[in-house]
């Protein structure tokens, strides 16, 4: 079973269109995030939900909106799509507690802007 | 506020050879300490961790230990393969800080 899976794995789409990312986790994990791989491999995180609750937001434009319907997910919208948006989008989950907030990532998602 | 550095550029070595990737970082509080890797068109895998200080992670035939007082947690493997080609990112968290931060990875080539 894959502990955090995220769809679709590849997403091509043209400049103005809206998109979705959906994200699951099965390890029962309190939080979540959304970070952003670019063409030379920096990882920025974007976002991170605690118990559904977002806590991190990190001046990324408003047309991306994150949303936790529950624990075990996190699903990533971007409204307006611009060739900019071009990267590699990984969600990722964690416990937090003291000893044990290592991150595990999905595969990520590709997405090609035209 | 907490953040990591790794040392700049690719690395590109032959197989069997001895491999270093240099990583430093800046916290406050507590730190625990993580090398990530991530193989071509794969996401990352946590490869090896420490949450303390002087402690040695190890997997794969890879090392680093947490040393606080030269705030640093290089990577060390002894003869590398092919297949250990691939972008090692160091990263850090702070217990209640709800994010990694991770230096900006290093892309290592094994040449046979």
């Known amino acids: 079973d894959t502990a955090v899976s995220q769809t679709p794995k590849y997403l091509v789409t043209q400049m103005g269109n809206d998109k979705s990312i959906k994200c699951e986790q099965n390890l029962g994990h309190d939080t979540m995030y959304w970070y952003k791989q670019d063409s030379k491999k920096f990882l920025k995180i974007m976002f991170s939900?605690?118990?559904?609750?977002?806590?991190i937001n990190e001046t990324v434009p408003n047309r991306f909106s994150p949303k936790s319907p529950d624990k075990a997910h996190l699903n990533l919208h971007i409204n307006s799509l611009e060739l900019g948006d071009s990267a590699v989008y990984f969600c990722?989950?964690?416990?937090?507690?003291?000893?044990?907030?290592?991150?595990?990532f999905g595969q990520g998602t590709r997405l090609t802007v035209v | 506020g907490n953040s990591v550095t790794q040392m700049e550029g690719p690395v590109t070595l032959s197989e069997e050879a001895f491999l270093t990737i240099n990583c430093t970082y800046t916290a406050t509080g507590y730190p625990s300490l993580f090398w990530y890797v991530q193989y071509p068109g794969e996401g990352l895998q946590l490869l090896l961790k420490?949450?303390?200080?002087?402690d040695k992670g190890s997997n794969k035939g890879f090392e680093a230990t947490y040393r606080k007082e030269t705030t640093s947690f290089h990577l060390e493997k002894g003869s590398v393969q092919v297949s250990d080609s691939a972008v090692y990112f160091c990263a850090l968290t702070v217990y209640g800080n709800n994010r990694l931060a991770f230096g900006k990875g290093n892309q290592v080539v094994v040449i046979p």
């Open positions: 990722a989950s964690s416990a937090q507690t003291a000893m044990n907030t290592e991150a595990f």
């Open positions: 420490a949450t303390k200080a002087d």
């Open positions: 939900y605690n118990n559904k609750e977002l806590i």
